[in-house]
């Protein structure tokens, strides 16, 4: 169905590369982590780095970087689940080496500055708070928290607001150290040109990021408790 190659490159990146007769290069970043590789005291800590990877790197602060992804990009976002961080970006053809430079910038050189890190940590006790106001929402996270007993799956990926006021920054840093990492990340790229083009293009940005070793957290399975259960939202 699709024109598509997948290469791994020489720092352990695992790059898809898809042809098509299109104007709009599509570009996903993913890093294999999240929620379920955390520990109990990490719960939140894979989704407050992709806030943070918006609020500057080495070489832009975080006005340029914003502005930067704004001048660029037709759309662009990122996400954490339970197994993986993804960051994507959808742009003109032409843009395409300028997008993976600045994927490649926010991946490698994030500086997680003190003062964005206590804003985004309001943002996010503030997304947890609203988050008990939408039925559907608060029904979902109570049925994960009633079915499983010790599973990762029992935890909401945003954390809660204990374990998110507790995550300092050296915890953030050396979490992102240790799993933001060449052979723990996957590239999709979606444009018209040759594969080897885009080999070479993601390879000009990335090359310099370095294997590293590395191990995630054992997760824990087991199968949901059959339970039924009524609770009640205090208004």
Same mark, same amino acid.
């Given at each position: 169905?699709?024109? /598509?190659?997948?290469?791994?490159?020489?720092?352990?990146?695992? %790059?898809?590369?898809?042809?098509? !007769?299109?104007?709009?290069?599509?570009?996903?970043?993913?890093?294999?982590?999240?929620?379920?590789?955390?520990?109990?005291?990490?719960?939140?800590?894979?989704?407050?780095?992709?806030?943070?990877?918006?609020?500057?790197?080495?070489?832009?602060?975080?006005?340029?970087?914003?502005?930067?992804?704004?001048?660029?990009?037709? #759309?662009?976002?990122?996400?954490?689940?339970?197994?993986? @961080?993804?960051? @994507?970006? @959808?742009? %003109?053809?032409?843009?395409?080496?300028?997008?993976?430079?600045?994927?490649?910038?926010?991946?490698?050189?994030?500086?997680?500055?003190? !003062?964005?890190?206590?804003?985004?940590?309001?943002?996010? %006790? /503030? #997304?947890?708070?609203?988050?008990?106001?939408?039925?559907?929402?608060?029904?979902? =996270? =109570?049925?994960?928290?009633? /079915?499983?007993?010790?599973?990762?799956?029992?935890?909401?990926?945003?954390?809660?607001?204990?374990?998110?006021?507790? %995550?300092?920054?050296?915890?953030?840093?050396?979490?992102?150290?240790?799993?933001?990492?060449?052979?723990?990340?996957?590239?999709?790229?979606?444009?018209?040109?040759?594969?080897?083009?885009?080999?070479?293009?993601?390879?000009?940005?990335?090359? #310099?990021?370095?294997?590293?070793?590395?191990?995630?957290?054992?997760?824990? /399975?087991?199968?949901?408790?059959?339970?039924?259960?009524?609770?009640?939202?205090?208004?």
């Amino acid at each position: 169905m699709f024109d /598509a190659k997948q290469k791994v490159m020489p720092n352990g990146i695992r %790059l898809v590369t898809i042809k098509k !007769d299109t104007q709009i290069t599509s570009i996903n970043v993913g890093v294999k982590i999240g929620s379920i590789y955390e520990n109990i005291n990490e719960k939140g800590i894979s989704h407050f780095i992709e806030h943070m990877l918006f609020k500057g790197t080495k070489n832009r602060d975080n006005e340029k970087l914003n502005m930067d992804l704004e001048n660029l990009c037709g #759309e662009y976002n990122a996400y954490t689940d339970k197994n993986s @961080t993804v960051y @994507t970006i @959808t742009t %003109l053809n032409e843009e395409l080496e300028n997008g993976i430079e600045i994927l490649s910038d926010m991946l490698r050189n994030c500086i997680f500055p003190q !003062d964005e890190i206590e804003k985004e940590r309001e943002v996010i %006790l /503030a #997304e947890i708070r609203t988050s008990r106001d939408d039925i559907e929402d608060l029904s979902f =996270k =109570k049925v994960n928290e009633i /079915a499983f007993n010790k599973g990762p799956l029992k935890y909401e990926t945003i954390g809660d607001e204990k374990s998110v006021k507790n %995550l300092t920054r050296r915890k953030i840093v050396d979490f992102y150290e240790k799993y933001y990492v060449p052979n723990n990340c996957y590239i999709s790229i979606v444009s018209p040109l040759d594969h080897e083009e885009v080999f070479n293009i993601v390879w000009k940005y990335f090359n #310099e990021w370095i294997w590293k070793e590395f191990k995630r957290k054992e997760v824990i /399975a087991e199968k949901n408790i059959p339970i039924k259960k009524i609770s009640y939202k205090k208004i």
